[in-house]
T-cell receptor
Framework: SQQGEEDPQALSIQEGENATMNCSYK?????LQWYRQNSGRGLVHLIL?????REKHSGRLRVTLDTSKKSSSLLITASRAADTASYFC???????????FGKGNQVVVIP | EAQVTQNPRYLITVTGKKLTVTCSQN?????MSWYRQDPGLGLRQIYY???????DKGDVPEGYKVSRKEKRNFPLILESPSPNQTSLYFC?????????????FGSGTRLTVV
């Protein structure tokens, strides 16, 4: 099955800095989604970008999608300590009826 | 409040003793799914359901059963649990349209099989 793969796997930044993480995938998609997970809790949906969209914003989040390179990036601007979490990308492939997750990307924001 | 409710949150059981983890959503979502999360392996899909009485296997269905008799409920059944099923389990639901929209996840069930 198709999976997103996040890069880098772990990121440590100072509060106020921007955090960028990337996700690559292998096949054609309906949409790509990003989720946040705080320490063993349920994942929270952050943002969905459709295959015909190139960029999307939600508050301090900016997501880009490059379907020619089969990659996406998530940018968190002006990071806060509360942004410390694991971030997952997930892909919904055409005709698959499934959402496949990457292994996650741990972000630590140092106050 | 729109939510996915999983029970129990924590469960310790012995090998071979049948157990059920319940999942219920109050958002009238068509799509429901179970995942397990293990260190280094990320989230792997166990089973999913696109509507009542429609279920299908995910990536790791062995050792699990599900049913979808009502739209709101999607229980996960382990008929004969084994230690390799020790994991953190999540139920999730979503609307269906042109693809799967954003999941709402339950809080998780941490299962230990000894």
């Amino acid at each position: 099955s198709q999976q997103g793969e996040e890069d880098p796997q772990a990121l440590s930044i100072q509060e106020g800095e921007n955090a960028t993480m990337n996700c690559s995938y292998k096949t054609s998609i309906n949409n790509l989604q990003w989720y946040r997970q705080n320490s063993g809790r349920g994942l929270v949906h952050l943002i969905l970008i459709r295959s015909n969209e190139r960029e999307k914003h939600s508050g301090r989040l900016r997501v880009t999608l490059d379907t020619s390179k089969k990659s996406s990036s998530l940018l968190i601007t002006a990071s806060r300590a509360a942004d410390t979490a694991s971030y997952f990308c997930a892909t919904d492939a055409w005709g698959n009826n499934r959402l496949a997750f990457g292994k996650g990307n741990q972000v630590v924001v140092i106050p | 409040e729109a939510q996915v409710t999983q029970n129990p949150r924590y469960l310790i059981t012995v090998t071979g003793k049948k157990l059920t983890v319940t999942c219920s959503q109050n958002m009238n979502h068509e799509y429901m799914s179970w995942y397990r999360q293990d260190p280094g392996l990320g989230l792997r899909q166990i089973y999913y359901s696109m509507n009542v009485e429609v279920t299908d296997k995910g990536d790791v269905p062995e050792g699990y059963k599900v049913s979808r008799k009502e739209k709101r409920n999607f229980p996960l059944i382990l008929e004969s649990p084994s230690p390799n099923q020790t994991s953190l389990y999540f139920c999730a639901s979503s609307l269906l349209g042109e693809g799967i929209y954003g999941y709402t996840f339950g809080s998780g069930t941490r299962l230990t099989v000894v």
